[in-house]
T-cell receptor, first 116, second 118 residues
């Protein structure tokens, strides 16, 4: 069965600190996709990254980086030199092929507070 | 990425009335859209999958007669909360995938609708 675990409920850091958000997933499929979304206080979910199960290359985009490790079923997200604007809830999600398309489930989310 | 709009952004209604929420894909055609519900400080819970031209697929525990979904065109899906009650107050979010895009597995979300039932 699909499962996404974000064990960190809330994280509080001071501006300029680096912070890593953990995501562990469970799936029986060999083909699947992993995502990270940001939900700022306004509520709208912002797509950050998509990764397929066959691509374990780590990715860096500005201050954001992602570490995908199939051996540990983890897809962790690191923000370098955090800023106050990074304060939001971050969701990790897993999509698997399903009848008619893909089925996606979301982790519980990690609320990040970045203090000035 | 693909753009999804949602209307209204917030609505306050009296108990017993019905509320319709629209979800539109602005720059692509979506044969499938998704409706989620999110309670404060909780994750997104999939309510139903909206299929263009056919009946929606509801998740277990979601009342079909309570949450009516219509997907009449390739760019519009509507969710109607019928006979709303205070416990229906929540944040409702829709999403869609672009079936013709290279990242067709990616869901793009609307801005959400905050519903408050008095």
């Amino acid at each position: 069965a699909q499962k996404v675990t974000q064990a960190q409920t809330e994280i509080s850091v001071v501006e300029k600190e680096d912070v890593t958000l953990d995501c562990v997933y469970e799936t029986r499929d060999t083909t699947y996709y992993l995502f990270w979304y940001k939900q700022p206080p306004s509520g709208e979910l912002v797509f950050l990254i998509r990764r397929n199960s066959f691509d374990e290359q780590n990715e860096i985009s500005g201050r954001y980086s992602w570490n995908f490790q199939k051996s540990t079923s983890s897809f962790n997200f690191t923000i370098t030199a955090s800023q106050v604007v990074d304060s939001a809830v971050y969701f990790c999600a897993l999509s698997e092929p399903h009848t008619g398309g893909f089925k996606t489930i979301f982790g519980a989310g990690t609320r990040l507070f970045v203090k000035a | 990425g693909a753009v999804v709009s949602q209307h209204p952004s917030w609505v306050i209604c009296k108990s017993g009335t019905s509320v319709k929420i629209e979800c539109r894909s602005l720059d692509f055609q979506a044969t499938t859209m998704f409706w989620y519900r999110q309670f404060p400080k909780q994750s997104l819970m999939l309510m139903a999958t909206s299929n263009e031209g056919s009946k929606a697929t509801y998740e277990q525990g979601v009342e079909k007669d309570k949450f009516l979904i219509n997907h009449a065109s390739l760019t519009l899906s509507t969710l109607t909360v019928t006979s709303a009650h205070p416990e229906d107050s929540s944040f409702y979010i829709c999403s869609a995938r672009d079936p013709l895009a290279a990242d067709q597995e990616t869901q793009y979300f609307g801005p959400g609708t905050r519903l408050l039932v008095l």
